[in-house]
């Protein structure tokens, strides 16, 4: 799994972790710090942040295993994407009703994104 991802998860299920390990995870991928940096940070050896990265990434992904509330994120994302592109096309119509529809989609298309 890849940082991007990671951090997808951290958002959505972080509550859900320890406070060692929100603390571990928010500095590796929010602040890119190293394991060893981490450790002396918090004040433990690289090897007890190793660990609590490790077990805070399994809980994470098991969480999105049960609910997969990422995943379908992530495709509402991506559908979202599909449909301003079609839209803007729309709006280039010669059929001013046409424009008209398809100022009203990328409207209702902005609310749910916000």
Known sequence: MDAVEMLFLFDYYGDMLTERQRMCLDLRYNQDLSLAEIAEELGVS???V???????EAHLQKMEAKTGCV???L???EAMQTILQS???LQNHTDPLVREVADRIANAASSIEE
Do not use: L, M, P
């Open 46 to 48: 690289r090897q007890g």
């Open 75 to 77: 495709q509402s994302r």
């Open 71 to 73: 995943r379908r994120y």
């Open 87 to 89: 839209v803007t096309a």
């Open 50 to 56: 190793h660990d609590n990265i490790i077990r805070a």
